[in-house]
């Protein structure tokens, strides 16, 4: 195995820590880790690892909270490692962003046999989306959920800042209305797009010099939104 992918481990036992770490470096991977959910955010961000490895039972953070903030900006794979083995907490992980999930105590052949189809689809998707956005003054930092403009911080409520990562990762390009209210508020909101005109006001006077001027959040006519990408 090729020295160059990077496993970012996620686990608050170490005992496991230490049993993944040899067995990862014992098979050509670098590895490196994390006890608490937060500070795994940030290693995502910073060392960008190919492939993120995600106990759910985290002392500060639940897993699957970890793995639908990592989803706001990340495609890197994730495979869960849980001591739950129910079937509905493995269909709440998958549906959170992951990839695949393996329940302790697991073999140390399946879990790199996992990793290698994690890997293999990753190559075929592409890169990872960045963790800043920024185009003008306007920077989103998606690890610390943090929104600035000219470097003063921007307070936004949580569907606030849903519905401008959601723009953000898709920077540039035309999302319609239905999509938003789905991705944002879920799918029982398709129609509800007076929802949307009610938030995008609100972001625009938060976000924007002159709202009724806007030069980051744009007005697609008829179809949707844009968030500038430059």
């Known amino acids: 195995m090729n020295t160059r992918f990077v496993v970012l481990v996620i686990e608050d036992e170490l005992p496991i820590r230490r049993f993944l770490r040899a067995s990862l470096t014992a098979n050509g991977y670098e590895m490196i880790e994390s006890a608490a959910g937060e500070e795994g955010l940030l290693l995502a961000a910073s060392r960008n690892p190919d492939v993120v490895i995600l106990d759910l039972g985290l002392p500060d953070v639940d897993g699957l909270d970890v793995t639908k903030r990592l989803r706001e900006w990340a495609t890197m794979p994730i495979i869960v490692l849980s001591a739950r083995g129910k079937e509905n907490d493995k269909i709440a992980a998958l549906d959170a962003g992951a990839d695949d999930y393996l329940t302790k105590p697991f073999g140390v ?122």
């Open 109 to 230: 052949g399946e879990l790199l046999a996992r990793l290698r189809v994690a890997l293999r689809r990753s190559m075929k998707r592409g890169s990872n989306a960045p963790a800043v956005f920024a185009v003008g003054e306007l920077k989103i930092d998606f690890a610390r959920r943090q929104v600035t403009l000219h470097e003063q911080l921007v307070h936004l409520t949580p569907i606030e800042y849903k519905l401008l990562a959601m723009l953000a990762t898709n920077a540039g390009k035309v999302i319609t209305h239905q999509h938003l209210l789905k991705e944002v508020w879920g799918p029982a909101y398709a129609s509800e797009s007076h929802y949307l005109r009610v938030y995008m006001r609100q972001l625009r006077h938060k976000i924007e010099s002159e709202p009724a001027q806007p030069r980051y959040l744009l007005t697609e006519p008829g179809v949707g939104y844009r968030l500038a990408d430059e």
